[in-house]
């Protein structure tokens, strides 16, 4: 595998000025299946610059939230994403309005290579003459993104011949060439290797700078590593919030990861596991 241009360890996130800094504000989230709820009135706000994490047991409800944000599964309630409601629009206009989600398996042209995956999604926002018209150069936005997520050296290999890894990070650099205001991303390092997780790692501390990025995981040693704060779900409702620390000391949370035991020390949630 080819290893990822150096980064620097991640200093923490200068202060982004209230004018310019995004946020997802998500208030009394419903998702309701044949009665069944699973999602029960969720309030969730991530600001640019905050890595959030979203944990929690089998069938918590963290994927049919990021499914319902993602037009994906109706909903109730609201989601706004700088004060504009999502929660009612079409997948397609979610996109448009800034939502980027990544899946467990990387969606990404195969038989194409990284800069010509990254031209076909910067060309989402482009209009059809310029699609028809050859390039002379690389976009500056395209050329950005090989940078950030360390794939510039492997502008000409086909998609399909990269690491496990680098698809996740290509099919990242494809969101942020679509301008995608808020990175949701679905469990990124689910079957990576130290090295990978670790670069993944040091790449979302680099993207949340400039983005709203809210990381479904299950990956505790991840977790505490890279988190800036956590939201835990349980029952399709918010059950514990704070940083890393605050929810792996909360009775609440070691309850519901590893049941109740009178005779048990303080638990460490990173025991924790399961689906979504």
Do not use: C
């Amino acid at each position: 595998m080819s290893p990822m241009s150096p980064m620097s360890p991640m200093s923490p996130v200068s202060p982004v000025s209230p004018m310019t800094q995004d946020y997802l504000e998500i208030r009394g989230l419903r998702v309701v299946f044949d009665g069944f709820v699973a999602v029960d009135g969720v309030d969730l706000t991530v600001l640019q610059g905050d890595l959030r994490f979203l944990i929690g047991p089998n069938g918590a409800g963290k994927t049919t939230l990021v499914d319902a944000v993602t037009g994906l599964t109706p909903a109730t309630g609201s989601a706004r994403l700088d004060g504009v409601e999502l929660i009612g629009r079409r997948v397609h206009q979610i996109a448009r309005a800034g939502v980027g989600r990544t899946f467990q398996t990387a969606s990404v042209f195969e038989e194409l290579t990284v800069l010509q995956n990254l031209d076909i999604a910067a060309g989402a926002l482009r209009s059809w003459p310029s699609l028809l018209r050859a390039r002379r150069s690389v976009p500056p936005n395209v050329e950005a993104a090989m940078e950030t997520t360390g794939l510039a050296g492997l502008r000409n290999r086909r998609a399909g011949e990269l690491a496990h890894g680098q698809k996740q990070w290509l099919e990242i650099g494809m969101l942020l060439v679509q301008d995608a205001k808020v990175l949701l991303l679905d469990e990124p390092v689910a079957g990576m290797s130290a090295e990978e997780r670790e670069l993944t790692g040091e790449l979302l501390h680099t993207v949340r700078r400039d983005h709203i990025v809210v990381v479904v995981e299950h990956d505790m040693e991840f977790l505490r590593a890279y988190a800036d704060s956590v939201t835990v779900l349980a029952a399709g409702k918010v059950l514990a919030e704070g940083t890393y620390a605050q929810v792996q000391g909360d009775p609440r949370v070691q309850e519901v990861y590893l049941g109740p035991s009178e005779s048990r020390e303080p638990a460490d949630v990173t025991a924790a596991g399961g689906g979504s």
